[in-house]
Structure formats: C-alpha cells, structure tokens
C-alpha cells in the first residue's frame, strides 16, 4: 500500500501565464513567441499624423479663401465705378469738341461757363481716381492704340505725334486707351544702278 504524500512536503508553485498570453504566444516550451503583423501603435500614430496633415491643409486653405474674399471685396470697392466711369468718357469727348467751338470766343459767357464745368469734370475724375495717359513720347501698346502712322524724318519710329481720343486710367487699371498718330520713317530711295566704266 502506497503511503498518503507527507501534507508538510514543500509544493511547487505552478508556472504563471501572463494575463494578455494567448495559445499562439505559447509554445511546447513555455517560451513566448513573437508577435507577427504591424504595430497597432503605428497604425495610430499615421492615422493621427494624417488627420493632422488634413488639418493643416484645410486651414490654410481657409486661410486663403479668406485673403482672397478680402481682396475681391476690397477691389470691388476700389472699382466700383469703373462701369459709370467708362460710360462717362464719351460725354467728355464731346464736351471736349464743344469746348474747342466755344473757344474760338474765349471772353463769352459760354465758354467762360464751360470751362468752369470742365474744371468741376477734372475735379470730380480726380477724387474717383481717374488720371489721364500721357500721351507723348515714344509709342505704348499697353496704353495706347496707333489709329494712323505719318511719316516724319524727324526723330524715331513710333514717336507720338498727336492725340485724336484722349486715354484714362482708373488707379492702376486702364479705362480706356490713348488714340494717337505715331510717325514712321520715310522709305529710303532705291539708288539707280551705276554702270561700270570702261577703261
């Protein structure tokens, strides 16, 4: 008969298994096995480095949606009146003609009253911004509109020799080209053929 195990024998404690091991970190061995696939931490920190980067995208995007609907707003205000502006240059043209027929008596009360209305015009295109191109020198394509060429062997191609329609500017935009007429060289004569001399 096998006798009863002495109850005073020390006893081995079992091995202890970590809380969070699974059948596959364990091995016939007891050893823990490597995890395999990628990092859960990883994974977080690209998806929350991406959601960062689209953050900062969308702010400066609203950043500068911003600057441009300032601008807009602010040129708005600065043009507002290019259109009546525009519409106003022809009724000055021909106030201008009216002005040359009246002058031919400058002591009369028209002219006399019609200048006085051109100088209430100028003041007034001043205070909304509006100066006239100058209109000599050389020619300008981006302020000026060539309506003729003359010939004139005084000077350069491209000099401006008259105006015939006054060009305004309203701040840095063009309301309206200068027309002017610019000169051109006269062609040089063919010269006759010599013939040769004889010896």
């Not at 600065?78 to 002058?103: C, H, K, S, T, W």
């Not at 019609?114 to 911004?129: C, H, K």
Request: proline share 7%; charged share 30%.
């Amino acid at each position: 008969m096998q006798a009863d195990a002495d109850p005073a024998a020390p006893t081995q404690p079992p091995a202890e298994i970590p809380d969070d091991a699974t059948e596959l970190d364990l091995r016939s061995g007891g050893e823990a096995a490597a995890v395999e696939g990628p990092d859960p931490w990883e994974e977080l920190e690209q998806e929350a480095t991406k959601w960062r980067e689209m953050a900062m995208r969308s702010a400066a995007e609203m950043d500068n949606l911003r600057k441009r609907t300032a601008r807009d707003r602010e040129d708005a205000i600065r043009y507002a009146n290019q259109r009546l502006l525009e519409e106003l240059l022809p009724v000055i043209d021909n106030f201008e003609m009216g002005m040359q027929a009246a002058g031919q008596d400058p002591q009369s009360m028209i002219f006399i009253g019609m200048e006085m209305v051109r100088r209430q015009l100028n003041e007034f295109l001043s205070s909304q911004g509006v100066e006239e191109i100058a209109s000599s020198g050389l020619f300008d394509p981006n302020l000026h509109d060539a309506v003729a060429e003359e010939t004139c062997s005084a000077g350069e191609d491209g000099r401006i020799l008259r105006v015939t329609r006054r060009g305004f500017r309203l701040r840095d935009r063009l309301l309206r080209p200068a027309s002017v007429v610019v000169s051109k060289q006269p062609a040089a004569e063919p010269q006759a053929p010599t013939e040769g001399v004889e010896a």
